[in-house]
């Protein structure tokens, strides 16, 4: 028997349309959410996810800008501009494209957007409801975390209880992701590339998450066939100029369910970031 295949498009499409009619409510009160995206140079990859982005953001019916600055930028001139669209009471979430010059990198970047804005749920303020238990996912938190977990529940996949193993632990996915399920009661292994006997653990997992970064990484050989193991393929490379995730192809063959990629995780990070847009502007507007 063949994994059931974790495809994202009927939750985004189920998603987009709640938007759209959350959009539509604060339209008819006289505000257009509104996003910025800031981008510090022409890396072809970053332009090709703002188009993504653009994309939903208009399906939806918000605003979407974007403004490209030259890699060699001054500091305090970059600094200037994120300021001055943090204090644009038009613009209700910002984001940071990374990657930025290497001389920007130096700063704190997960803390120039105020938090209210942070549509990409990096601030520390944001990020300190999922450290202290929250399981809200309204809140502004980290967009692939936040896809994970709605796509998991879309497809009933049981959290509670089971056996999550997370590899990777970047601020962005593998750190969050795992309080996250931790917050939702499951037994979280956190593992990355010093992890010794990696098979011996994902063996183990009910829940595979792999945000690594490597193609075709996760082998048959790490799974338990009679664990059915949901695997969600997190994994965003290029392999003769094709997109192609984590988990090799024949996982099919051993695991309970998993995530396509392309068509999985990414078009759930992407909703997400616009449904943290739409809270965001709720929020401001109550605010103000």
Do not use: W
Not at 6 to 22: C, F, G, I, N
Not at 137 to 148: H, R, S, V, Y
Not at 169 to 175: A, E, F, P, Y
Not at 210 to 236: E, Y
């Amino acid at each position: 028997m063949t994994a059931k295949i974790l495809a994202a498009l009927p939750l985004v499409e189920q998603m987009k349309k709640d938007l759209k009619s959350r959009c539509e409510t604060l339209k008819s009160r006289g505000t257009t959410p509104s996003m910025c995206v800031v981008l510090v140079g022409d890396n072809p990859a970053s332009l090709s996810y703002i188009r993504n982005k653009k994309k939903i953001c208009e399906e939806v019916g918000a605003q979407f800008s974007l403004l490209q600055l030259p890699s060699n930028i001054l500091e305090r001139d970059f600094l200037d501009k994120i300021e001055r669209l943090n204090h644009d009471t038009k613009v209700h979430g910002i984001i940071i494209q990374l990657p930025v010059s290497e001389h920007l990198k130096k700063l704190n970047l997960s803390n120039l957007v105020m938090p209210t804005k942070d549509i990409d749920g990096f601030h520390g303020v944001n990020t300190q409801q999922i450290y202290t238990g929250s399981t809200d996912l309204k809140l502004m938190i980290p967009c692939t975390p936040k896809g994970i977990i709605y796509l998991l529940k879309f497809y009933g996949v049981e959290i509670a209880g089971k056996h999550a193993v997370v590899i990777g632990r970047s601020l962005i996915v593998g750190k969050p992701l795992s309080m996250l399920m931790s917050n939702l009661n499951a037994t979280v292994t956190l593992a990355h590339s010093q992890t010794q006997n990696l098979e011996e653990i994902t063996k183990t997992a009910d829940i595979l998450i792999s945000a690594i970064g490597k193609v075709h990484f996760i082998q048959k050989k790490h799974l338990n066939p009679a664990k059915k193991t949901i695997v969600i393929d997190v994994g965003m490379n290029t392999s003769n100029g094709k997109l192609t995730g984590d988990a090799a192809p024949d996982l099919i063959q051993v695991a309970g369910g998993i995530t396509p990629v392309p068509g999985g995780v990414g078009p759930m990070t992407v909703v997400s970031l616009i449904e943290n847009l739409i809270t965001a502007t709720e929020n401001q507007i109550k605010g103000s």
